[in-house]
């Protein structure tokens, strides 16, 4: 069951995730970036489950809006306007839909959210960013549903597709964002964007499976 309740468990749960796994994406940051991934995400991701708390009785799309704006606001660097135009476009989805919590409605969300990382960030799958483990995720999630498996099923799917997703980033040249300048040096590394996309989606299986 897709409600409020249930995307506010998601952003926790990708909180949770991130703060355990700080460590090691700045460790891939560092190998070809600038060492602040885990930091920056830590604290906006803290930000946003701050602000959900502060913040009463609030509707499925308001979740995912509150969520976009803290993470705009806290986060510096790449990161942080690209997953708050993640949320901000699925919460954009799923204003005003008759009811949110149908399955199909989340997938077309989180697909809107994946086409705002696009338009915003102008990377395209293979360019060694969060796309190639979101991406996946998306055509896992959309499959697995139209060949009509259970929501938890699906986003278990989605799960294992954004980690092989993140893991096939490891030989690929960066061609977005920092790690772009190390050109050919990028590649024999994980993407660190790669690799927080994949909690998101595993945070998704968590706590939207229900
Ligand atoms: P910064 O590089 O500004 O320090 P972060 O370290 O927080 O920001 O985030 C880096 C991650 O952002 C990269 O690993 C990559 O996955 C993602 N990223 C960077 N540029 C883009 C882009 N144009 N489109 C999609 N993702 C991007
Ligand atoms: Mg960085
Ligand atoms: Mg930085």
């Not at 355990?20 to 940051?29: S, V, W």
């Not at 969300?109 to 998306?138: F, H, I, Q, Y």
């Amino acid at each position: 069951m897709v409600d409020a309740e249930a995307l506010t468990a998601w952003v926790r749960e990708f909180a949770r995730l991130v703060h355990e796994q700080r460590d090691e994406l700045t460790r891939l940051d560092s190998a070809i970036g600038d060492a602040d991934h885990g930091a920056n995400l830590d604290r906006g991701m803290t930000a946003a489950v701050a602000a959900l708390d502060a913040q009463s009785a609030a509707g499925p799309a308001a979740v995912l809006k509150t969520t976009a704006t803290t993470l705009i606001k806290t986060v510096g660097g790449a990161s942080g306007p690209l997953y708050g135009t993640f949320f901000l476009r699925a919460a954009g989805a799923l204003d005003g839909v008759p009811d949110p919590t149908d399955p199909a409605a989340l997938a077309r969300a989180v697909r809107a959210g994946l086409d705002g990382v696009v338009a915003r960030g102008k990377a395209e799958r293979g360019d060694k960013t969060m796309l190639d483990a979101l991406g996946p995720a998306c055509d896992a999630l959309d499959e697995a549903l139209a060949a009509g498996k259970p929501l938890d099923e699906a986003l278990g799917a989605a799960a294992q597709a954004a980690a092989d997703g993140r893991d096939a980033t490891e030989p690929l040249v960066a061609r977005k964002g920092r790690a772009s300048y190390l050109g050919e040096r990028s590649a024999g590394h994980v993407d660190p964007g790669a690799a927080s996309a994949t909690l998101l989606v595993q945070a998704a299986a968590t706590a939207l499976a229900g």
